[in-house]
């Protein structure tokens, strides 16, 4: 598995998010069915809206906090944290955003 340098619960994501976006960010906890339902209907396809929701519930239910050492070693480089991935990539986050409230 590759991962950052630490596991981040959806409320530190939506922190993170919050910073480079320059507006509030908010975590909406949806049961896992509603979650895929609103998915779908956002125009993904059943099959990665279920992918989605299971990552979800996993990140939600801390399955995925352990990190590896994994990018290290395949890369020679430390690996990213998500501040700085968000950063790197804040512009194409805030087109996604703002498609996303369209």
Do not use: K, W
Not at 21 to 30: D, F, I, K, N, S
Not at 47 to 74: C, H, I, M, N, P
Request: net charge neutral; aromatic share 4%; charged share 15%.
């Amino acid at each position: 598995m590759l991962t950052g340098p630490r596991g981040l619960t959806h409320a530190q994501i939506a922190e993170e998010l919050s910073a480079v976006l320059g507006r509030t960010v908010e975590c909406v906890a949806l049961p896992p069915a509603e979650l895929a339902a609103a998915l779908r209907a956002r125009g993904l396809p059943a099959s990665f809206a279920d992918d989605v929701t299971e990552l979800s519930r996993q990140v939600a239910t801390g399955y995925l906090a352990a990190t590896t050492t994994a990018v290290q070693e395949l890369t020679g480089r430390p690996p990213r944290t998500f501040a700085q991935f968000a950063a790197a990539n804040a512009e194409a986050l805030r087109t996604g955003l703002a498609a996303a409230t369209s």
